[in-house]
């Protein structure tokens, strides 16, 4: 998983982002903190002590927000997310042999991310798409109907996928120096 990776962070783009949010007060918090979220994938510490002191807004109140809403990260996201559902409906029709799969396939457990930043794996209550149960969502796309057998093949046209676009970059890198 990704955690007790060490990545830089360069903060220098803060300052566009905070001229954006001047003089408006605490109402600012949470389109303050998604546009870091927006910027940078997740919300680096830095970032977060950065704006408290710029703003004069507590870090408490950040973290607040943060740890309150789902939709923010405070560690760093792979590049492809995988989210299983284990709600009722999917849970019935077999969604346990799936996520099991999903972590042999990604080595993964739910909530971590691989130590390579390509894949983040998260299980949810629901997906809201019961009637294609057990469901599967890649990236904001949705796989219903699903089975070891057939997430199998999805996870590791992603791995492929993955592995192909790093050589690439790799290729690129090489012909650039
Ligand atoms: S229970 Fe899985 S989509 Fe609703």
Redesign the pocket.
């Known amino acids: 998983m990704a955690t007790g990776i060490v990545r830089e962070v360069d903060l220098k783009a803060l300052e566009k982002i905070f001229r954006g949010f001047e003089g408006k007060g605490e109402s600012i918090l949470i389109p303050l903190v998604q546009a870091i979220q927006a910027e940078y994938g997740f919300l680096p510490k830095e970032a977060l002590v950065k704006a408290s002191h710029h703003f004069r807004i507590p870090l408490s109140r950040f973290y607040g927000v943060v740890t309150f809403y789902a939709q923010f990260y405070l560690t760093p996201r792979g590049k492809h997310t995988i989210r299983c559902?284990r709600?009722?409906?999917?849970h019935v029709r077999g969604?346990a042999k799936v996520i099991e799969t999903v972590e042999q396939e990604l080595g993964l457990k739910e909530g971590e991310t691989s130590e390579d930043l390509s894949f983040s794996f998260e299980t949810v209550a629901?997906?809201?798409?019961?009637a294609?149960?057990?469901?599967v969502v890649l990236d904001e796309r949705y796989y219903g109907q699903m089975n070891p057998e057939k997430v199998r093949v999805l996870v590791r046209q992603y791995k492929g996928a993955s592995i192909q676009e790093s050589s690439i970059g790799e290729e690129n890198n090489g012909k650039a120096d």
């Open positions: 559902c709600g009722t409906a999917c969604a629901c997906l809201g798409a019961c294609l149960a057990p469901v």
